[in-house]
């Protein structure tokens, strides 16, 4: 199981040179709502583009959200 945190930062760049794992990133970027929706590459887990579209619009679930896949 992966556990990942929400956390508001002004924007940067994504730094991974500490990554723990190689996971054979080829690019990284930073993904809108409606791609996140939009896209045909498998984004994992499922449901992660509902849960980033609620916390944009500024409600943030009160207790932990579990997705799966």
């Not at 500490?18 to 887990?45: F, H, K």
């Amino acid at each position: 199981m992966e556990k990942y945190f929400l956390t508001r930062i002004p924007a940067a760049a994504l730094d991974l040179a500490g990554a723990t794992q190689p996971d054979n990133i080829r690019e990284y970027r930073w993904w809108t709502v409606a791609e996140l929706r939009s896209t045909r590459e498998a984004v994992c887990p499922v449901g992660l583009a509902a849960l980033v579209a609620i916390v944009a619009e500024g409600r943030t679930p009160e207790q932990p959200v579990v997705l799966v896949g």
